[in-house]
């Protein structure tokens, strides 16, 4: 009968039916068992020191609340509905964003239009009055 209990047996280090092999004798016994070396890396995390998985594990145990069967059957479909609404949410904001954008740009251009508008008028003005200035410049040198 399996222990339900949630605590962890120790395993015996001999024989390679356990996922465990002492090949030279003098080297601790490593995992060959993806279950077993998954089991060792988690025994071996120091959660004190690991922000990020601290900041996830608070995330999750603020949707997470009761650990029952169910709930686990479902935590994955929880976790993509929290992450499509989340994606939803930022799709949204930025849209805002990417039509605020597109209405700064239309102005921009519109001013830089503008600005190309009286440049080309301030030539031509500059060019229509060339001649009078400097006529006026040469009755100005002989009086």
Known sequence: MADTSGEVAAVPASGAAN???NGAGATPAQ???PLS???HKILETRLENDKE?????KALSAFFVENSLRTRRNLRGDIERRSLAI????VSIFKDVKEELESINEDVQAMSSCCQ???SRLQAAKEQTQDLIVKT???QAEK
Not at 53 to 57: C, D, G, Q, R, T
Not at 87 to 90: L, R
């Open 37 to 39: 070396r998954k089991l």
């Open 31 to 33: 995992p060959n068992n």
């Open 53 to 57: 998985m601290l900041e996830a594990l």
């Open 117 to 119: 508008d009286m440049t």
């Open 87 to 90: 994606n939803e949410e930022f």
């Open 137 to 139: 410049t040469k009755l």
């Open 19 to 21: 996922g465990l092999s």
